[in-house]
């Protein structure tokens, strides 16, 4: 499941380490707050350690947690499109997450976020 949202913490024990590597904006400036498996995910409880920056971690629970999620085994792949520190983001990473979940594996297609896009209204 991709998770378009702030960063994921990783270790948390609702996942069980089912994680695959994900993404995050090419023109980050910092944004993770946290430090970068090499693969472009989340990987530190650092993020989570803001206002919003444990946002993206519920989603994920909600989504492929353990005790509570809906796909229990699911793996989770991280697609930061929000700042974690900040809690703000641009189009350009929103759409750009969403370009790479698509384009990243045929065999995954199911698509979770919990944020809307930057500038975004409800109607």
């Given at each position: 499941i991709y998770v378009l949202d702030t960063g994921i913490y990783t270790d948390h024990t609702d996942f069980g380490g089912r994680f695959s590597p994900g993404w995050f904006p090419p023109d980050n400036w910092g944004i993770l707050n946290g430090q970068n498996d090499g693969y472009g995910s989340v990987t530190s409880a650092s993020c989570?350690?803001?206002a919003g920056g444990d946002h993206g971690t519920h989603v994920a629970s909600t989504a492929a947690g353990t005790k509570y999620g809906a796909a229990k085994k699911a793996t989770v792949i991280p697609v930061q499109v929000v700042s974690c520190r900040?809690?703000?983001?641009?189009?350009?990473?929103?759409?750009?997450?969403?370009?790479?979940?698509?384009?990243?594996?045929?065999?995954?297609?199911?698509?979770?976020?919990?944020?809307?896009?930057?500038?975004?209204?409800?109607?």
């Open positions: 989570n350690n803001y900040q809690n703000w983001g641009t189009y350009s990473w929103f759409y750009g997450g969403i370009d790479w979940a698509i384009s990243h594996d045929a065999a995954y297609r199911a698509t979770l976020t919990g944020s809307e896009p930057p500038g975004a209204s409800r109607a």
